[in-house]
């Protein structure tokens, strides 16, 4: 089944991605109905970047990169690449010489569920990365795998061209054909937000913002 | 079992909590015997914080973080909210308007044997947690759990008005009846370590200054 | 078999000791064919430092952290200690006390396959941490191991006087006997890689400067 | 998006499922090129299973197993339980109740990224289960998911009606269109290991059978 | 604070510590609110075994088995040892000479947060253990624990004399003073147990049987 | 580095390491002074083989079992394979048709720090293997590793020709060198025990037959 690089992806419109990358991850996921979380073993190899950008997907072999150079290719300004490998593997998939290639093509970052090195470099190159590990490790090139095909990374289903939001919290991943009305239930959740924030820095409780205590206590909660 | 909240729970004296929060968890740790360790599982979201307070417990059932609403308005100022699942979960039970809730009321920071999320929110608010996880995974209010019963954090036993000290190093959690003399002698002990560090600092080696020669040949250590 | 301290062990020349720490982890471990990286479960516990010094090696019980006072007098200026435990174990065997200890003879960083604390003390010496843990946990001074015997550090065999190189990346070992090869070999191909990341930067593609395309054609990728 | 119950599914036919039970994972994997292994944290509660069916897909809440009734009403003789949860959990969510009532619609057994309960009394039944954990923490019934839709399970994409072959090795998923030429491929693999088989069992080498002495030598293998 | 041994325990009555162990563990935690589970990391080293008695509590030092020593003179016939490492730890603390030591006190069998050898003879003497690991590695005995003290093992807060519940489904503490309720609550959740498990067995519906179909559609479960 | 077979290794006396299989992994364990325990993530996938052998060793790239038919030419009868992946890696290189060919050959096991598949076959025709996973997932014959080279695996050093014992309780080695003195201390150690276990059957205490009463109570232990 390996073997195949599709070429032409569609992405969502970049006013979507933008408002999603301003979102970010946690207003996001609630704003789709708390699905689309990649698995917490993704980590940032460095606080502070927040993205959002459309996938370009990657499945390959364990230990082998050679689909990242294939994948670099077809990056349009503004993408992500997402890569899963077919084994669990912890290997260094990705360093300052890829980073190098995909931030000239205009990538906005790296999700893998493997590894990455070179961690320094790519933090002073300001190129994000959410990876399970870091690691050195060497991988090779001899084995095909596939590009912009559909692949689960790290827990979560992700077709070319859908939108992937990460940030400090972690990644999520919003359909493509979803992205427009997740950005719009997102602002509106925003938007709701403003106001309670306010109220609860203001010394009021969730309990009566929320009107919580006549359920709790419908529910039997004792107070001793 | 569940469904109880204790309203009026005793608490260290201010001075108490101040000291243990300066001595910081490794030098408590040591003064109370080794014992009263989190696991090693729960890390700050972001470093340098270095707090002690009075815990408020929850006891929470997985995927559900009703109880934190309740759990909020038994804080006092400088209390620390300290919340065990009923059983293992990394969901991100808090985010930053529950933080910006806590804090309105006072609250220190928050230990969490599960997920948080917002962590660049919660670091700009400068609002600290020691977590398992970092993981934007949504939680429901659904199910009642407990405040301020006993509970088990990460491995440790603690009370309600335990004194939790946390920083860098991870979370310790001093009995109430106990932080005093605990405060006294890890003060005593931070005195007797001044002495030491100056000597090491000048290149005594330990085993002149702790007079470990004589042990260590007597039991069999062979220099070739 | 525990109870040896061996005092006359063989260095590399500093020249390329220094030479190894400024290729850094990456590089080193491509460079010697892709071994002698230690298991990624060992980070930094800050970022930003990258050394390398000769192993001082050390066999240690669980829990027991005897050992490292008498290692301390083993080390010449720019060694670095490396510390196996003889059965999983995360206590935190080294702290600040240590570390002052330590870095007044000159010790460079240690590597440990087990805990350590005081971090926010040991960020501050600027004296840098490799290891798998951050953990307050005690430890005793009960039982002999030995030092500068050989061990498995990690899942790599570590000899004492193997050049130990660390930064961001991780952790990797050198053979005494490799490290000039190696030095050789990893300026020899950052040299080449200087070229390679120009034209990266430029924007050609992998697949072109590597020559990829016909063999992946050979290989059957098919672009649709 | 949760609170759908597919209830038309179409399935492969009956001895195409039977014809994949027979092959067993391993073999269907490589049939199928590779793909379709679940994570490898699922494993047998009890040794010796074999099966095949069609998979019932239930997407349920972390500590929630209320889908699993909604799920068995949608089972047709020979069909498979297949459950994942919206984040990872290791909850109890089956145990003997949920089996009588599975089995006694035909089911074949159950395939869950999360915890069950009553291991004696299953295996006494003789209905397998393939799961991430033994435990007996009881679950709730109080938020909707949904059954029969797209999950992700252990790392593998899985539809309703696509094909589960689960033995001592794990899962394995075949998509349903696929089933039928998977099939035939496993078993024609099947044909061409008997031979081989017979030949490894008589000495014969794998260097001489596969003709590997020349590619070998090519590569550079060395005999010393 | 070790190097206490608390000599005299109270002890629940024979037969509520016999209803226990038919009732079995998941059973007993249901029974008891959905309380009292230990990690699920504790597994049986072999199959079938079903126990409870009364926990002889041991708190050991890491890689240090002393107190097993000590604990097993305070055994009764029918007890149950239960042990927690003061760090975590998977070193063999128990094998077959003190399995042998403490059968011949009438010993049940051990619950161990850490690791045990020897299972070979063990099963060979129907000695039952749950441990997190079987692991050879070798123990000292040089450093002080306590017998009968309050412990945290495997996450749960378990006080000498305290009711241990194990069988294939892991093991549950049931706190002394409440045994008797909670045995007879176990009894007649297992009476309404029977009852249903015909129904269900003879093919009729959770969904009809706990009338779950109105809130399922209160709470918009969609059939399509 | 890669790319070695080593053809002629020595090997210990047969009577030796029948000897050393008949004492087991934690007696022989002991006898050497309490090393040479290979990681216990290393697990049998069947209960009750107890072997040793002379380790054929195997470095292997991650999915790629190549060497594993090299190293099968050079096995003799009653040798063990051990086969270390460089990076870490839990892919099956290894199922029915290889363990045909090496039992073929007289080969006693396989010992990996990685996956196998077939494990039903395998425990059918009696091959016992000790690994880190069952995994079914495929592996390639793509790049070279070594044979009979010195390797680290599970955390333990291993030459080719050291002694493999292995059963229920996990993989120990003993240095070939070591061989003899191992097994004689071994045997030494279990006629001691005879006599203990004797006593310790009969109720005797270890407290009184290894006389700890006196340091225990030296060392504080109080009686409450």
Not at 18 to 23: D, I, R, Y
Not at 37 to 62: D, E, H, K, M, Q
Not at 134 to 147: C, D, E, M, N, R
């Amino acid at each position: 089944m390996a073997g195949i690089v599709v070429q032409n992806i569609e992405r969502a419109a970049a006013a979507v991605i933008a408002g999603l990358a301003a979102a970010g991850v946690a207003t996001v996921h609630e704003a789709q109905g708390r699905i689309g979380l990649l698995a917490s073993r993704l980590r940032p190899i460095f606080p502070g970047a927040r993205i959002a950008g459309s996938a370009v997907t990657i499945s390959a072999p364990p230990g082998d990169n050679w689909m990242l150079h294939v994948a670099i290719e077809q990056l349009q300004p503004g993408d992500v690449l997402v890569l899963a490998p077919t084994s669990p593997c912890e290997d260094g998939y990705f360093g300052d010489l890829l980073a190098t290639s995909a931030q000239a093509r205009g990538c906005a970052g790296l999700v893998i569920d493997a590894g990455v090195r070179d961690v320094r470099d790519l933090q002073a190159m300001n190129f994000p990365v959410w990876s399970r590990a870091v690691f050195a490790q060497g991988t090779i090139k001899a084995t095909l795998g596939s590009v912009n095909v559909p692949i689960v990374c790290a827990g979560a289903a992700i077709d070319a061209g859908d939108v992937i939001v990460a940030d400090d919290d972690g990644v999520c991943v919003v359909r493509r054909a979803d992205a427009p009305s997740v950005l719009a239930e997102a602002q509106a959740r925003e938007a709701r937000e403003v106001a309670k924030q306010a109220r609860l820095a203001a010394g009021e409780l969730g309990l009566d913002i929320y009107d919580m205590r006549g359920t709790l206590a419908a529910r039997g909660l004792k107070y001793v």
